[in-house]
């Protein structure tokens, strides 16, 4: 199980890895292609909409071919869509190579959630995160040490594919191990329907929870730069760094939830997280002062880092374990609906009306974020035995 287990944390390191390559190579990319600086939006669009596509599907593949087979053959799609955007030279064949790292990220994040959410602790689920956050990190420092060198941005997408094309040879020489456990915890009823997975109490709040939280930390990522920018008159190049401030607490924060999770449930993890952001969304309202702005920014960061997990984690306790694959499947589709959706919309609202309406989004988002989940605790303790 631990030789299982580092290999479920490299394969998250590796999910991480391109996940924020796109934004640090694009202002290279754009003007090679010909097309305006908004269709890096087309891209993330198509990913995040196969994405959607493959974690839906994740319960019906899971089931009939395994975890391990799936997460190999999925890592083995991200790298041959990585191994097209190195060949690619036309905005074009770049769209065409982003639904097949869609389709293999989306599968990647359900069955592994799904895995660690059945059969480890909940540090273990924080840590994993870590990783991810790990691999994001690394991503952009890998093209930006490339970009300096004088090379091309296909040069560091190879470099990502060769990486995961290494991974992707481990995970299937080492799919006996996913085998053997498999041999004696198959599950061979039938997939849930979308129906059957709708009816059970709770989903849909949870549904909504995750599309809040997921719309709150992609929000805050994507506009808390232009946020410091527009609203505090900090220069571009130091809120390009002071916005890392948020990437850093979600970081450094699962790394330390892993320990709290020792001593404390996945719902009291949860509640500390959206405490810690409403502290955090206090400081903005109050304090116009730029070091409370960038603690306020750090702050945000650090409690989204429990929540994501820990909802995740508590999946199967809430829901059995013979439905958390469909539920988590569920539970990451509208992760990235509210990606796809609600940080343009914030654009739009920042456009139009005032980007100082930043904290007010987030707050509302929180807020709705929190509701829902009180209203899952409710339907859970009422459904369990006391």
């Known amino acids: 199980m631990h030789l299982l287990l580092a290999i ?39 990913i995040a909409v196969c994405t959607v596509v493959s974690s839906l599907s994740s319960d019906r593949l899971t089931r009939r071919f395994g975890t391990g087979r799936v997460m190999s053959f999925s890592v083995a799609l991200t790298c041959f869509a990585l191994a097209g955007f190195f060949f690619s030279h036309t905005f074009h064949l770049l769209l065409l190579f982003a639904i097949p790292y869609g389709l293999g990220a989306g599968s990647v994040d359900a069955s592994l959630n799904n895995y660690v959410a059945l059969h480890y602790k909940s540090r273990h689920m924080s840590w994993l995160h870590c990783m991810w956050g790990v691999g ?142 409403a502290v955090g969304l206090a400081i903005l309202f109050l304090s116009p002062s730029l070091a409370a702005v960038l603690t306020a920014l750090f702050l945000l960061g650090a409690g989204c880092a429990p929540i994501y997990p820990s909802i995740i984690h508590s999946t199967p ?46 707050a509302l988002l929180l807020a709705v974020m929190i509701l829902m989940l009180e209203v899952l605790f409710k339907k859970v303790d009422a459904r369990l035995p006391s």
């Open 8 to 46: 479920i944390y490299l394969s998250f390191i590796s999910l991480g890895l391109p996940d924020a390559m796109l934004g640090a190579a694009w202002p290279e990319m754009y003007p090679g292609f010909g097309v305006p600086v908004s269709f890096a939006g087309m891209i993330s669009a198509t």
């Open 317 to 362: 306790a809430n829901f059995g374990q013979s439905s958390s694959q469909a539920v988590i499947g569920i539970e990451m589709a509208c992760a990235y609906v509210g990606i796809c959706i609600m940080p343009p919309f914030f654009g739009v609202v920042a456009s139009r009306i005032s980007i100082r309406l930043f904290p007010f989004f987030i």
């Open 136 to 277: 994001a990190a690394t991503g952009p420092y890998v093209m930006g040490a490339v970009l300096a060198r004088g090379m091309s941005w296909n040069s560091g997408y190879g470099i990502i594919a060769i990486v995961q094309m290494v991974l992707s040879c481990i995970l299937f020489s080492t799919l006996f191990l996913w085998k053997n456990w498999e041999a004696g915890n198959e599950d061979r009823r039938k997939a849930l329907s979308f129906s059957e997975v709708f009816s059970i109490s709770g989903v849909k709040a949870v549904m909504l929870a995750f599309f809040c939280y997921c719309a709150l930390e992609q929000t805050a990522m994507l506009w808390s730069s232009s946020y410091l920018v527009l609203s505090h008159g900090v220069p571009a190049a130091d809120a390009a760094s002071y916005a890392g401030l948020f990437f850093l607490g979600i970081t450094l924060g699962r790394a330390l939830s892993g320990f709290m999770t020792l001593v404390l449930p996945d719902r009291g993890m949860i509640r500390i997280g959206e405490t810690v952001i």
